[in-house]
């Protein structure tokens, strides 16, 4: 009867060791996949990015109407170009541009607008990087024309939240990661880190 005891015992104790090994082996699938997936997150987050070097600050932004309107407003965009010792800040919505001549400060900075220049605003949709309506920045080359033939052509700002190539014809959509939606297959808008800071009408573009 003891004999019988003991053997029940020792059968209950490897069934519980057994079941013991099958939830520490479930827990440490789960850890991996979690920790996995937030590794791959991590990595397209970084991916989204472009290798470019973009450097850039303005302040205070509420003094340019397009730039305000562009960080303030969800389907709202401007571009910001250098030219001939300006910042030029242009949007299809205001008939005028607005031309911010540099300081000896700005020209210190040494700031680098990308490839040819940007395009600020907040996106209708909300960003799959973030998960909410944040402001966004992409450059103002068209990165197809780059790629293929090392030119930086400007693009086209529309009303529509889209911008447009006029060398290659593409037509990217700013409301969805600068992706292309008419023309030949090829590479998204270049995109830059952007922070928008509203209490202190400061916004700087860094990569």
């Known amino acids: 009867m003891k004999s019988e005891r003991m053997k029940s015992e020792k059968s209950y104790r490897a069934y519980r060791s057994h079941r013991a090994y099958r939830s520490y082996k479930l827990y440490f699938s789960l850890f991996t996949l979690s920790l996995f997936t937030l590794l791959v997150s991590c990595e397209k987050a970084e991916q989204a990015y472009s290798n470019h070097v973009a450097r850039f600050s303005f302040s205070p932004t509420n003094t340019v109407p397009q730039l305000n309107a562009a960080l303030n407003n969800p389907g709202q965009f401007c571009t910001i170009a250098a030219r001939n010792s300006q910042y030029v800040f242009h949007s299809p919505g205001i008939r005028e541009d607005y031309k911010y001549t540099l300081t000896e400060l700005d020209r210190k900075s040494k700031y680098v607008l ?94």
């Open 114 to 207: 990308g490839l040819s220049g940007f395009i600020v605003g907040v996106p209708i949709m909300a960003d799959q990087l973030s998960a909410q309506s944040s402001v966004v920045c992409f450059d103002l080359a068209c990165p197809n024309c780059y790629e293929e033939a090392s030119i930086t052509r400007d693009l086209t700002l529309l009303e529509n939240q889209r911008a447009k190539c006029g060398r290659c014809g593409r037509l990217y959509d700013l409301n969805n990661q600068g992706i292309i939606v008419d023309g030949e297959q090829g590479t998204s808008l270049y995109r830059y880190r952007i922070q928008y800071y509203p209490s202190g009408n400061n916004m700087t573009v860094n990569n």
